[in-house]
């Protein structure tokens, strides 16, 4: 196991290597203290690499839809979905609350030569004010962002100011039996069909060695009014 790596706030540093169809693989560098933020969940490397699925190549030129399309994750932590996307050519801001900007920061360092679109960093906290990331986003990339109740109301008002009618919001995210996760899951599908379309994508169209069947994939869009 690579050696932990001390950090500028003063905690450590471990590196997990996220492969890649193409090239080298992302490092992603996780902390050994913190909120559930800081770590890589298996639903972010899940929809990691069903953004390299061949659903999203052009078949004609054999490059990727991502090339310069505008993406934004929300709840990004690490921000390993926002830098795969960007190693595919997207146009990509990842997001997430202001104590997590240092370690997105250091990811985006650490897989910059990697980027062939770009990537850059913001705090967004959902539930308020998100015009500075209008235009709309051609993609808006979540994962494993249902898990607390009180943020739900505030996440889906969050997808509603930004994702426009033309805006796919690709959501993966992990099924928990525990506790109260079951009826969290169904609140915030109870809230999000209010205002929009769910399709769930199907195993044999993820990624054949990263995908499960206890995590899902789901394509959002906006209800025709």
Partial sequence: MEAPVVGESGGEYFTREVERRAGSPLRIKQCSKGDVGCVVWDAAIVLSKYLETEQFVEHSTGVYKWVNKRALELGSGTGVVGLMAATLGACVTVTDLEDLQSLMEVNIKE???L?????????LKWGEDGSEFLPSPDYILMADCIYYEQSLDPLVKTLRELASAETCIICCYEQRTMGNNPQV?????E??????????????KQDEEYRSEDIRILHIVRRER
């Fill in 191 to 204: 809230l999000l069909r209010r205002d929009f379309a769910v399709a769930e994508i199907p195993l044999e």
């Fill in 115 to 123: 980027v062939t679109g770009s990537i850059q960093a913001k705090v």
């Fill in 111 to 113: 897989n910059q030569h």
């Fill in 185 to 189: 899951e169904q609140l915030f599908f």
